[in-house]
């Protein structure tokens, strides 16, 4: 995942003022011209004619007996002309509206103005050098430095923002070799999940002719003069970008030969849906490989590498559990695991003897959640979740309780970089109002202290978050972050957006400015209400949290929701006039079930790059992993919940809330047949007045490595799209310097 960064700008002086609706005035209005500025309008409906979506009525599938028709099933051929020049209608449809709301612009400089700001990601030291990733503001992709110390300057060691021309090829996945000489890296063009990595030589400042072609979930894993790491067979053209994905194997690559030699390592070809990752112990004596099925429970095997011709020794074969490698302390394997422990302990595997009876627990299980874990400085960093936000406890090495580490505020604390061996370490922190500060941490005290910390052009000082727990309808108490003005004035008309993710054991916690987030601070200066509610399907409250919100249990994660809606209503912050719900991937399933579930309930509706096809999803690319979470039709009792749930499928003659659907050309993660499906869908059916657009970009995936100018696009296009339909006017906090 990428990590957020940090910035320095000369701080100025900023006052709220009102955008005019016409885009050419920015002339700075006295203050008595704003007192009587209205905040609120009535916006002139904008006439919108949907392109013509041809339904074949021919395509009816059979589901356990139960007759199902897919008329728009020609759209999953994402490829074909047909496709793209309903692809290109739906577009110029989508931005004909967009052209003609007066402050898409404005909100697109705001946006741009306060993203403009240095952003740095934690440093790594390798090779007795240190490494870390820098954004001037408004490049496009990160750029890594690296510097002798960190006083002395730094120079560029990779420039990602030169992988393509128009900055849609960015950087994935890296590693550092053992030495720190060698760098191997992926680039994913256009945001596909597929890779390609190639190998940089730190110390010449040269690219080996090395590379490695069709690369999908990998890790890459050094060990001597190469690494390992994963791939899939070639794919043929037409369904590179929404096949399914199978057969998933391991390879060794040695540096200076062609991939045609890479040796195979570990592959299952009776089970073609599994996957693997490789790791490799820091002293580059085991290697560790997870087997997986879906995004939940693995299998793990290790090879000791410093035997010639060892085997491959099980340690588990199940997928029941997870159990996720940290590091070894010589011969023991450190496993962060939920095996009789639903909010995670740490064991010790022997290499000796790895059967169970023999492992060791090193951190037992506690109420909060433990997050992750790090070898730090001769310690165990233990990152827990307390209530939805960080907490960190250290251990020494046999689990003795040390002390837990002070944070900033309540927020999140990103990830922690540093050695074993070593007592400096660095951390990244965030919270909802304030963007990623980068700290220095003394490992033998845990005292720490700001490296970089941002000037941005947003004052958070202004805004105060808090959190709230709700009763959702079977009496389960949810809690939920709440951010807005301070002294903000709760009249039940605050523009609102409730943001909610709820699947896979993923924890939403505080941050700023995130690729999911990037809108919030627009709400908040126009006197709105930011919500992120911390619903069931998650992983805030370990596994219990998580399995009661998946598979029969799917519409808990619905009526947590919907919940947090209503208590946002009642509380007066909002009112359903002034409520939009966003979310991304399996929040996009979130939005598309919620709005089409209580239509009346919500104003502004945004899935974006959704889960929306709850009876194919498992046909193409990864989605068949994604079954543990939500069962597949094809088991009766399965496609029984699915089919009650599934967006597409519950589309009816109805009102609709306004709905900007987002997706992206590349999103080989979650195909945009989807969106493409359930976009025709609504518009056939939709019975009101409020538009119902989609937002196909092109060159993009699924988000990851997305270009800032792009991120800034979007984000403009949904404000812009939400305001309106809110009839809300839009003011922004305006640099007077101009």
């Not at 502004?604 to 096809?613: E, R």
């Not at 997706?663 to 359930?678: E, I, L």
């Amino acid at each position: 995942m990428q990590r957020n960064f940090i910035y320095s700008l000369v701080l100025i002086i900023i006052v709220p003022i009102m955008i005019s609706l016409t885009l050419n005035s920015c002339e700075l209005p006295t203050p008595e011209a704003r007192a009587k500025r209205p905040t609120t309008f009535d916006p002139k409906p904008i006439p919108v004619t949907y392109p013509n979506t041809p339904l074949d009525t021919n395509i009816v599938d059979d589901y356990h007996g139960v007759k199902v028709k897919d008329p728009y099933r020609w759209l999953e051929d994402d490829r074909s002309q047909r496709t793209s020049s309903w692809v290109q209608s739906q577009n110029q449809v989508t931005d004909g509206y967009l052209e003609q709301i007066p402050y898409r612009k404005a909100i697109a400089d705001r946006l741009e103005k306060m993203w403009n700001y240095e952003r740095y990601s934690t440093p790594s030291k390798k090779g007795g050098k240190y490494y870390f990733f820098k954004n001037n503001g408004l490049q496009n992709q990160s750029v890594l430095y690296v510097q002798d110390n960190l006083d002395s300057p730094a120079e560029i060691a990779l420039d990602p923002n030169k992988f393509s021309d128009d900055g849609t090829s960015s950087l994935g996945g890296y590693a550092f070799s053992k030495s720190g000489k060698y760098l191997a890296y992926e680039v994913s063009e256009g945001g596909s999940d597929w890779r390609t990595i190639y190998i940089r030589n730190l110390e010449e400042k040269v690219t080996l002719e090395d590379k490695i072609d069709w690369c999908k979930f990998s890790t890459i894993a050094w060990f001597g003069d190469g690494f390992f790491y994963s791939r899939y067979p070639e794919p043929s053209e037409d369904q590179a970008l929404k096949g399914r994905n199978q057969f998933h194997q391991v390879y060794y690559h040695k540096l200076g030969t062609p991939q045609a030699r890479d040796e195979l390592v570990f592959a299952d070809r009776s089970n073609p849906d599994r996957g693997f990752f490789a790791n490799t112990t820091d002293d580059e004596r085991f290697l560790v490989i997870s087997a997986w099925e879906s995004t939940s429970g693995n299998a793990l095997y290790f090879k000791d590498l410093s035997k010639e011709n060892s085997d491959m020794v099980p340690v588990v074969e199940s997928f029941e559990n997870d159990f996720n490698f940290v590091s070894n302390i010589g011969d023991r394997l450190l496993l962060l695991t939920n095996q009789k422990a639903d909010n995670n302990r740490l064991i010790a595997i022997s290499t000796t003897r790895p059967e169970p009876g023999f492992w060791e627990e090193i951190i037992p299980e506690k109420d909060d959640k433990l997050s992750s874990i790090d070898l730090l400085g001769g310690k165990l960093i233990a990152n827990y979740i307390h209530n939805a936000a960080s907490k960190i406890i250290h251990y020494d090495l046999k689990g003795a309780q040390l002390g837990e580490m002070a944070l900033p505020s309540i927020g999140t604390l990103g990830n922690f970089s540093g050695k074993r061996e070593e007592t400096q370490a660095f951390f990244s922190f965030t919270t909802f109002t304030a963007p990623t500060a980068i700290y220095t941490v003394d490992l033998d005290n845990m005292q720490s202290k700001v490296w970089k910390k941002p000037s941005i052009d947003f004052d958070s000082d202004k805004y105060e978050t808090k959190q709230v727990w709700y009763e959702s309808k079977d009496g389960t108490k949810v809690p939920m972050f709440i951010t807005h003005k301070k002294g903000l004035d709760l009249d039940g008309k605050r523009p609102t957006l409730l943001y909610g993710y709820g699947g896979f054991d993923i924890s939403i916690l505080p941050g700023f400015n995130t690729t999911r987030l990037n809108m919030a601070p627009i709400i908040l200066e126009n006197d709105g209400v930011f919500a992120v509610a911390n619903i069931r399907g998650g992983g805030e409250f370990g596994k219990k949290w998580h399995k009661a919100g998946t598979k029969d249990k799917k519409q808990n994660v619905f009526n947590d929701f919907h919940s947090a809606a209503e208590y946002l209503i009642d509380q007066r912050y909002t009112s359903s006039d002034k409520l939009a719900i966003y979310g991304r991937s399996n929040g996009g399933l979130l939005v598309g079930a919620c709005m089409t579930q209580r239509p009346d309930l919500y104003k502004v509706a945004l899935p974006a790059v959704g889960v929306l096809d709850m009876l194919r999803f498992h046909e193409f690319t990864i989605g068949r992993a994604w079954g543990t979470d939500y069962g597949l039709s094809e088991n009766e009792k399965d496609f029984d919940y699915l089919y009650a749930y599934s967006p597409l499928h519950n589309v009816r003659k109805t009102d609709y809330p306004a709905t900007m659907v987002t997706t992206a050309d590349h999103d080989d993660r979650v195909v945009p047949a989807h969106s493409f499906k359930f976009a025709s869908e609504l518009q056939a059916k939709h019975t009101g007045e409020a538009p119902v657009l989609i937002r196909v970009e092109s060159s993009a995936g699924h988000g990851a490595g997305k270009p800032t100018s792009k991120k800034i696009e979007e984000a403009a296009d949904v404000l812009s799209f939400t305001f309106y339909n809110f009839g809300e006017n839009v003011v922004y906090e305006y640099d007077v310097a101009q």
